[in-house]
């Protein structure tokens, strides 16, 4: 496989968009001092509380799609999307041109929450090396994760409607309904 600017994937309820690091780590550079050396970044937003916390539990679900909540951004260095990405990941490869790419990172990059000295604040970190940092937006059961990736889609110059991409499968549909297909792993 030849690699595309950008990638979409979906695990389970979660989707995500990957990108090639330095086109994210030159918009923020304070990325490069956990990312500096991966080709790809794998990157998912969602609810500050249940996102990448080890113990999910359903009143915490609860809460994130009821209740207005803060986010985060999770980040996953990856060297090569077809053997690195969990087994039941559903990997799609998506050609967009430079432009299209430097809007994506842009979108993407303006979700990252900076403190008083400029600096990210990681929240945690799971065992896999996925970083999770305060971010910008609020989750709701109007604007879940997947709401978030369409977005991202939508920047990159797929022709979807975000509000209506509430669960990953609707995600998912809107990428094969521009044409895409899932990759052979």
Same mark, same amino acid.
């Given at each position: &496989?030849s690699? #595309?600017?950008?990638?979409f994937i979906?695990t389970?309820?979660h989707t ?5 690091a330095?086109s994210l780590c030159?918009?923020?550079p304070q %990325? ?7 080709k790809w970044l794998?990157i998912? *937003?969602?609810?500050y509380?249940?996102?990448g916390?080890e113990r999910?539990?359903?009143l &915490?679900?609860l ?7 803060s #986010?985060v951004?999770?980040?996953?260095g990856? @060297? ?6 969990a +087994? ?5 490869s998506i050609a967009?041109?430079?432009? &299209?790419m430097?809007s994506? $990172?842009l979108?993407v990059s303006?979700y990252f929450?900076? @403190?008083s000295s =400029?600096?990210?604040?990681r929240?945690? !970190?799971r $065992?896999?090396? !996925?970083?999770?940092f305060k #971010?910008r ?9 997947n709401? *978030? ?6 920047t990159a110059? %797929? =022709?979807l409607?975000p509000l209506l ?6 995600v !998912?549909? #809107?990428?094969?309904k ?5 990759l +052979?792993?």
């Amino acid at each position: &496989m030849s690699d #595309s600017p950008l990638h979409f994937i979906r695990t389970g309820i979660h989707t995500h968009l990957a990108l090639p690091a330095p086109s994210l780590c030159a918009l923020v550079p304070q %990325l490069n001092a956990y990312f500096g050396d991966y080709k790809w970044l794998r990157i998912g *937003w969602g609810d500050y509380h249940y996102y990448g916390n080890e113990r999910q539990t359903k009143l &915490m679900g609860l809460r994130a799609l009821l209740l207005p909540t803060s #986010s985060v951004i999770a980040l996953l260095g990856i @060297d090569d999307l077809q053997k690195d990405l969990a +087994e039941n990941a559903v990997l799609y490869s998506i050609a967009i041109n430079d432009t &299209m790419m430097a809007s994506l $990172a842009l979108f993407v990059s303006r979700y990252f929450k900076f @403190d008083s000295s =400029n600096q990210l604040t990681r929240v945690r !970190e799971r $065992a896999n090396g !996925e970083q999770f940092f305060k #971010s910008r937006g609020i989750y709701t059961i109007a604007n879940t994760c997947n709401n *978030w990736t369409s977005y991202g889609l939508r920047t990159a110059g %797929l =022709n979807l409607n975000p509000l209506l991409n509430i669960f990953p499968g609707q995600v !998912e549909r #809107s990428v094969r309904k521009n044409g895409y297909l899932p990759l +052979e792993r």
